[in-house]
């Protein structure tokens, strides 16, 4: 039997449940796993996503993670109907470099150690920064690319 979660992981699972889900429900997203998909079938055809990562190097009680954003457009008609990685998109980009000060942004969620900051209270201020930059960055350069011609590369 596993190990039950710890008050970060389950304080990471109300962030995305309760704050970033929603914001991607609005648009038209659905969740699998931490990967947000988004389908157009309208010429050119494609799949937009939004891949919440984890850094490698947190641990059931620091988790520090970013968004990354990919674009596929259909190059054959099977890839209409299979979803796939971020990492296979021709057109990549992380959230951080779409802000005005282009820099990799990651963020942290940890056990607070005395007098730190609790875990509501991370969660809460971490959903005020990152909610506005998915909807006013993240998606709209996700659904501006997948509404345009395909990358030739």
Request: aromatic content about 10%; some cysteine.
């Amino acid at each position: 039997m596993g190990q039950s979660k710890t008050l970060t992981q389950a304080s990471f699972d109300v962030l995305v449940r309760e704050h970033l889900a929603p914001v991607f429900k609005r648009y038209g997203f659905k969740k699998s796993a931490l990967n947000w998909y988004i389908r157009r079938d309208e010429q050119p055809g494609g799949w937009g996503i939004i891949n919440l990562q984890k850094s490698a190097f947190g641990n059931r009680n620091h988790i520090t993670f970013t968004f990354n954003l990919a674009v596929m457009h259909d190059r054959e008609p099977e890839h209409a109907s299979k979803r796939r990685a971020h990492y296979w998109g021709e057109q990549q980009d992380r959230i951080g470099s779409l802000l005005p000060r282009s820099h990799y942004s990651w963020w942290d969620l940890e056990q607070p150690k005395r007098g730190g900051q609790s875990l509501p209270a991370q969660v809460l201020k971490i959903a005020e920064e990152v909610c506005p930059l998915l909807e006013r960055r993240a998606i709209p350069w996700v659904l501006e690319r997948l509404a345009g011609p395909p990358v030739v590369g």
